[in-house]
């Protein structure tokens, strides 16, 4: 299983990027998919997750900024990130709950995606 990352970048204050994240391989169900960041010095944190049924739930810094939505048939979750900080910089990873055989869940992360916002 892999989960590939894209849509990072570097953008102004106040501008928006959009992140994708799609997962390949054996996969026989996907539950939680979500979205993590580090920043330099800091610990890994959650920015956002949603459920196999849709429900979503956000860190307090980014709610009414970004949206998380998947795509099931896609095996796909996506990031819609407006209104960027400068202190939303940091490397993202996308998470995913996969089962492959079974109902037996295992986490798999992506390998990173630098978003750097400028002041």
């Known amino acids: 299983v892999q989960l590939v990352e894209s849509g990072g970048g570097l953008v102004q204050a106040g501008g928006s990027l959009r992140l994708s994240c799609a997962a390949s391989?054996?996969?026989?169900?996907?539950?939680?998919m979500g979205w993590y960041r580090q920043a330099p010095g800091k610990q890994r944190e959650l920015v956002a997750a949603?459920?196999?049924?849709?429900?979503?739930n956000y860190a307090d810094n980014v709610k009414g900024r970004f949206t998380i939505s998947r795509d099931n048939a896609k095996n796909t979750v996506y990031l819609q990130m407006n209104s960027l900080k400068p202190e939303d910089t940091a490397v993202y990873y996308c998470?995913?709950?996969?089962?492959?055989?079974?109902?037996?869940?295992?986490?798999?992360w992506g390998q990173g995606t630098q978003v750097t916002v400028s002041s």
């Open positions: 998470n995913a709950a996969i089962a492959t055989y079974s109902i037996s869940y295992t986490d798999y």
């Open positions: 391989g054996r996969i026989f169900s996907i539950n939680t």
């Open positions: 949603v459920t196999s049924g849709g429900s979503t």
